[in-house]
């Protein structure tokens, strides 16, 4: 039997989720974690998808996206393929870093949004890295609070809170 199929129109809300291979890290030092950023805003910027909040773990990422006209699909495609490379390159080894494909799931209500972000801003106070989600320096959290940001898009983020 086959995969199935990815959902997709533009305008839809997907929680993206990346995990290492056996759940090995995917991110080892703070250089890893900008070049995965690096090569995030030049995908985005080629496959026109909108980033409303991600957090970097040491052996997964999740992201919310908001896909424009392209399917995410491409854009994911071509960011882990590149960090893959880049990753082996540097590591000196080969073969798939992931574990699989990345999962996409569509966001269909606002209250899985609100719950998404809660879950996805307190990842490293569960794993213990940090006690606050503002702390965390590889997290959307610091980003939303100072309303500065070359990764996210904080008015998009936000917008989903006007009506409620």
Excluded: C
């Excluded at 980003?143 to 996210?152: A, H, L, N, V, W």
């Amino acid at each position: 039997m086959g995969r199935k199929l990815r959902v997709f129109y533009s305008g839809a809300l997907y929680h993206v989720i990346q995990r290492g291979n056996n759940k090995n890290f995917i991110y080892k030092d703070d250089a890893d974690k900008e070049m995965f950023f690096n090569l995030l805003l030049s995908t985005k910027k080629k496959y026109d998808f909108k980033i409303l909040y991600y957090v970097l773990m040491d052996n997964h990422y999740h992201m919310i996206l908001e896909s424009g006209d392209i399917p995410i699909s491409k854009g994911l495609q071509l960011l882990n393929a590149s960090y893959s490379k880049y990753y082996n390159k540097k590591y000196n080894r080969s073969g798939g870093i992931y574990e699989g494909r990345y999962a996409s799931l569509l966001i269909t209500s606002p209250r899985y949004y609100y719950q998404l972000l809660r879950y996805i801003a307190w990842n490293p106070v569960k794993s213990g890295i940090v006690e606050n989600a503002k702390d965390y320096k590889w997290g959307a959290h610091q980003s939303i609070r100072s309303g500065e940001s070359d990764i996210i898009n904080i008015d998009r983020t936000l917008s989903y809170f006007s009506d409620h």
